[in-house]
């Protein structure tokens, strides 16, 4: 059974940065791409930012130049540096996982943003 776990989550002022992780209980390299997405109250989920195997990465438009999403093959680690974090932003972020046999979620870290 894959585990992913989340972590580096908290409550920060506008304008400030927060790291998350995303540490797999197996090697994330048999994964198809590895991702985060967000869920904020009332709001569906949605992706923030994915990274495949091969190191190519994607954003939504919302964080785009804000976010930057990065993986630790050695440390089945996956990143989200978020930097000059607005309001907007508050939301449980999940970490995700695909391969051929299955789609995996980590528990979710909230992260608030507000003065």
């Known amino acids: 059974q894959v585990q992913l776990v989340e972590s580096g989550g908290g409550l920060v002022q506008p304008g400030g940065s927060l790291r998350l992780s995303c540490a797999a209980s197996?090697?994330?390299?048999?994964?198809?791409?590895m991702g985060w997405y967000r869920q904020a109250p009332g709001n569906q989920r949605e992706l923030v930012a994915v990274i495949t195997r091969d190191g190519s990465t994607s954003y939504a438009d919302s964080v785009k130049g804000r976010f930057t999403i990065s993986r630790d093959n050695g440390k089945n680690t996956v990143y989200l540096q978020m930097n000059s974090l607005k309001p907007e932003d508050t939301a449980v972020y999940y970490c995700?996982?695909?391969?051929?046999?299955?789609?995996?979620w980590g528990q979710g870290t909230q992260v608030t943003v507000s003065s």
């Open positions: 197996t090697s994330i390299y048999s994964f198809y791409g």
């Open positions: 995700n996982a695909d391969r051929a046999v299955g789609s995996y």
